[in-house]
């Protein structure tokens, strides 16, 4: 990952039934928005759906998993491709990208899946979304990309697909 930062999050446009306990909850331009774990979510009818949070959204905490950044002479933060700089004593705001971040390496490709047993496109999706599920769910999955993508690959060749 960029910066060295190697933590797993879940895709932006990902939807999940219910927020983390102990999200909080930030308004910005007449929206609600929601942030966990440097995660951050906007309602989507009954459920809610991971997003890039605004530019100028105030959170009053970082994520864990955050990398400290020394960039055109100050301090700013990131993690899950969002750039925070310290807002006062009270918290964080989320800044566009800084120029001088550079080409930092480029995110990982997603994995390619192919279905060995003829499985359908809604039930690969199934298949995709329980396996990153379950993959989170294994030991430093969560401090290190490379295991989490070793565990959804291997949950998947388990339901009989082909993870390139």
Known sequence: G???HNHYYPERGYVVPRL??????????????FFHGGVWYRPSGTRFIV???PIGIFVPV?????????IGGSYVYYAN????????????????P????????AAAPE??????????AEQTETDRRDCNRWATT???????????????????DARGYTVR
């Open 138 to 156: 294994q030991p430093a999955a969560m401090q290190d990309a490379s295991v989490f993508q070793r565990a959804l690959a291997a949950c998947m």
């Open 20 to 33: 983390p306990t102990g999200s909080i909850s930030s308004a910005y331009g007449g929206g609600s928005y």
């Open 111 to 120: 994995p390619v899946i192919y279905p060995r047993n003829g499985q359908s």
């Open 2 to 4: 960029q910066h060295r």
């Open 62 to 70: 970082l994520p864990s998993a955050y990398v400290t950044l020394w």
């Open 51 to 53: 997003v890039l949070p």
């Open 81 to 96: 491709g969002v750039y925070y700089a310290p807002a006062g004593v009270d918290g964080y705001v989320v800044i566009a």
């Open 98 to 105: 800084p120029a001088e971040a550079g080409t930092a390496a």
